[in-house]
C-alpha cells in the first residue's frame, strides 16, 4: 500500500535476544575483523600502542609490587626494626613505575589516536573505491544506500570507537597481566576469584554492546532520511523554493516526527540496557565481595601477613577494575566488529578486492591498453540493436526493442516526450547499465568490435543535470578529461568554442575564479552560463563520440542556434547524438529517431517525418503552433504518407 503523504520512512522493528546480530559464537571472529582492519591501516601505529600498552602494563606491576615494598618498610619503620632510610630505594621505584605508568599511558593514547585517524582515511578509501566503481544500477537500490550509509557511518565514528577499544581492552589487559602477576605473587588463591567476578560483566557488556549495534542498524534508512531533510532544510540550493513555497513547516514536522520516533525509542533501548548493565554490575560486585571475604578470612587464619594482605587488596581492587574496564571496551569492541561487518560486506559488493588502484585514470584514446596488451581503437559508429532495458525499481520495460544506428559524421536526433526513455538510452549506450537484453555495438574503421574501455575513452556526454563543480572555472573545464594536460591554451580554446570565453575571463579572477557560492571567494554563475561551462567540458574532453542530452535547454534560441551551427563545423567527421525538445534544432540532424513509451516508433531524417504526418510531425506541428498565429500555422496532413521504415539501416 502507497504510503500517505507526509509519513516520513517506516521503522524497522529491534530485534530481541538470539534474534541480535552478532552471535555468541561470532565474537572473537568480530573481535578480530576489528582488529584486521586497524592492522591493514597502519602496522606501524598498530605496534607503537601495542608496545606502549605493554610498557604500560609492566609499570603497572612494578608499581604494585614496590608499593608493597614501601608498605612492608613503612611497618618495619614503625615496629623500629629498620631505620627511615631504608624506605629510599623502595619508594624511588615507586616514583619512577608511576612516572613510566603515566608516560606510557599518556604516549599510548596519542598514538591510538592517530591510529583512529588512520582507521578512518583507510576505510573511506575503501569506501570510495567501491562506490565509485559499483554498477550504477546499485544506486537505484535502498539497501545499497542503506549499506553506504553503515559503511560511512563506521568509517566516520566507529573507527575511533573501535581503536580505542581496541587500546582499551589491551591496555587493560595487559595492566591486568602485570597486576594478576603481582597477585600470583602475594597470593595465589585471590587471582581466580577476581577473575570469576568479572565474568557477569563481560556477559552483561556484550549483549548491550550487540543491542546497541543492532538499535543503530534498525535506524539506518530513518538516519538517512533525517539526514536527507537536514540536508534541505539548511542547504543554499534548496532555500529558494522551500521558502517561496513555505514548505519549511511541512518539512520540519516531518523532520521532528522522525527525530521523535527515534528519541522514543532511545529511552526504550536504553532502559533495557540499563537492566542488564545493572544485573552485570550487581553479580560481579557479589563476586568481588566473595573475593575479599576469601582474602579477610585468610588474614584471620594468619596465612598472610599485614604488609601482604594489604598489597593483595590493593592489587584485587585494581585489578578489578582494569577487567571491568576491559570488560566495556570488550563490549565496544564486539558492538565495533559488528559495524566492521558491515563496512566489510560494503566492500564486498566490489568482488575484485584491491581493484581501486585499476579505476584510476583510463589511458587515452589510441595509447596501448597495457592491462589488456592490445590497442584500443577509435570507434566508427554504433548500432543499438533490440535493445531492452528496465530498471531494477521498475516492473514496465522503459526500453522495449530499440535500434537505430549512428554511423560517423552523422548528427543523430532522438525525439520524443517525456518519459519516452531517451535519457535511459543514453545511459545505456554511456555503458552505464547493460541491457537486459538486445546489445549496442561498436565498430571499429574496419567494421571490428571495439574494446568498451576504448570506446569510454572516446565518448563524451553533456547531461541534462550536468555537474556544477565548485572548483575553479578552469578545473571545471580541465576535469573533462583528467590526464590530459590541462593547459591554459587548451582550457581557453574549449571555453571559446562553447561560447564560455568571454563571461569566464571577465569574472573577478578570470579562469582561477572559485565557483559556486559555498566557499570563500566562490562565485556563481547562471544556468546558462553553467550550461556553457558543461559544454566546454566537453569539448576540451573531445573524442569520436559526443552525445547531448539537451545540451542548450538554459540557452536563448539565438546562442543554440549558433551553438549547432558551430558544433556541426568543430565535430564535423565525428558522431553526433543529440536529445532536444527544440524542434529548431532536431530538424537539421542527418536522422531522427522517434521514441514512444520506449520503443522506436519512427525514424528518418526531418523532411521524410514530416511527409510520413506521424508522431514527430504532430510534435514539431505542436511546437511550431505555439511560435505562428493560426493564419501562418504549419499544417501537417496527418496519415499522407506511411512512416518510413524504423530501425537500423
Ligand atoms: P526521457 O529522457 O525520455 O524523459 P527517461 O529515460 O528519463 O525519459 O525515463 C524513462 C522512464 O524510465 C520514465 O518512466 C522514468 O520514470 C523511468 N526512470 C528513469 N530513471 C529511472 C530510475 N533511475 N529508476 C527507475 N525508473 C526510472
Known sequence: MARPIGEPTRFVELGTGDELKGRWQEVPRLT??????????????????LLLQTAAGGAMAMQLLAGQRVLQKLLAIGAGQVAGSALLPAFAVLIVAMIAM??????????QRLLGELVAQYAFAQIIGVATRVEMAAFENPDFHDQLERARSSAVTRSVQMVSSIGGVTLNLLTSGGIGVALLVLEPLLLPLVLVSAVPMLLSTVF??????????????????RAYLVELLTKREAAKEIRVFEATPFLRSRYEVLTAERLRRMREF???????????????????????????ALIASGRIGVATAMAAGAAMQQLSTRLFGMMAGLGQLVESGMFVDDYNSFLRLLPEAGAAEEAKAAPAPGVVDARRGRRATRFNGVSVEGVSFRYPATEAPVLDDVSLRIDPGEVVALVGENGSGKTTLVKLICQLYEPLSGRIAWRGPHGEDVDPQAVRNDMTVVFQDFLHYYLTAAENIAVGRVGREPTMEAVRGAARRAGAHDFLSRLPDGYETRLGRQFADGYDLSIGQWQRLALA???FRGGSFLVLDEPTASL???????????????????????????????????RIYVLRDGRVVEGGDHVELMAAGGHYAELFSLQAAAYLDQSTNVQVDVGRKKAPAVGVR
Open 537 to 539: 567540458r566537453a569539448f
Open 270 to 296: 536504553l532502559r533495557e540496557r540499563r537492566g542488564v548493565a545493572l544485573m552485570g554490575a550487581v553479580a560481579s560486585t557479589i563476586g568481588m565481595g566473595v573475593a575479599l571475604a576469601a582474602l579477610a
Open 102 to 111: 603515566g608516560a606510557f599511558t599518556a604516549l599510548a593514547e596519542e598514538r
Open 556 to 590: 536563448d534560441p539565438r546562442a543554440e542556434s549558433e551553438l549547432f551551427q558551430q558544433m556541426r563545423k568543430l565535430w564535423s567527421g565525428r558522431s553526433v547524438l543529440l536529445i532536444s525538445h527544440r524542434f529548431s534544432s532536431v530538424r537539421a540532424a542527418d
Open 208 to 225: 548491550n554492546s550487540r543491542r546497541a549495534y543492532n538499535f543503530e542498524w534498525a535506524m539506518t534508512p530513518e538516519n538517512r532520511e
Open 32 to 49: 578480530l575483523d576489528a582488529l584486521r582492519v586497524a592492522w591493514l591501516a597502519s602496522r606501524r601505529q598498530v605496534v607503537a600502542v
